[in-house]
């Protein structure tokens, strides 16, 4: 286990328990803040992911103050190959899937809202323990076409965050950091290696599985980045393409 800053400046970190959530614990607990990570669990196809976020938390020594927040509408929803299992996660061996919204750059992984849904909820979070920042792992080019993860999104839940919040009307609003924003996979993976950022504990496999399925998008740019990065996933994969 890793040593801990027990600063009195907080943090708040949306960890997933993927890769680029677990990133920016590692940066946020160099910068030097106390860590309040929390995770959602909105009924996601891969919720293998929530267990790997407790791991992650317990790992940096915070799974005192790690909130496990139910957002299960998100999944009566639908609208989302994450959330609604009649639609299936795209495959890199299976191309045909890949037109499935032929008008859209934008995949059938998207969740409608999601981002929004959690930084709305992860201000309340920040606000009511008095912390200065929410980390969050967007990234403006691998962000496989998510609206929400663009830095135009971030600017604008800013300027609604200093105008909806009682800390940000009295002059202190809440920062949202997004460290990884201009980084590619790999400088993301190096980064993460030279912090000892505990990959094994992770997973970015969209299917869910015990072991991660290596086609999805997910797995493919994850196992791009460690390539370019020149250094072994740790995690078990069913294939490796």
């Not at 890793?2 to 940066?27: E, Y």
């Not at 996601?44 to 317990?58: C, F, G, K, T, W």
């Not at 959690?118 to 969050?136: M, N, P, Q, V």
Request: hydrophobic share 35%; with cysteine.
């Amino acid at each position: 286990m890793s040593n801990h800053n027990q600063g009195g400046r907080k943090a708040v970190i949306i960890l997933s328990g993927g890769l680029d959530s677990t990133t920016c614990m590692g940066i946020a607990q160099a910068k030097g803040y106390k860590l309040y990570p929390i995770t959602f669990d909105y009924g996601q196809r891969h919720r293998i992911e929530l267990d790997n976020a407790r791991a992650v938390a317990e790992h940096y020594g915070a799974q005192g103050r790690h909130k496990v927040i139910q957002l299960g509408f998100l999944k009566e929803f639908g609208g989302s190959a994450l959330t609604d299992d009649s639609i299936a996660v795209p495959d890199t061996t299976k191309a045909a899937e890949h037109t499935a919204q032929p008008e859209s750059d934008i995949p059938v992984t998207y969740v409608p809202g999601r981002n929004l849904l959690f930084l709305s909820i992860a201000t309340s979070y920040a606000e009511a323990i008095g912390a200065e920042a929410i980390f969050i792992g967007v990234n403006a080019l691998d962000y496989s076409g998510y609206p929400d993860c663009r830095p135009e999104f971030i600017r604008k839940v800013e300027e609604v965050m200093a105008v909806a919040t009682r800390v940000g009307v009295e002059g202190g609003p809440i920062r949202i950091e997004t460290p990884l924003t201009e980084w590619t996979k790999a400088e993301i993976i190096r980064q993460g290696n030279m912090l000892q950022v505990p990959y094994h504990l992770t997973t970015s496999c969209y299917n869910g599985q015990a072991e991660a399925c290596g086609v999805c998008d997910s797995c493919r740019l994850r196992l791009k980045g460690f390539a370019e990065a020149g250094s072994a996933d740790p995690i078990a994969y069913r294939a490796r393409h």
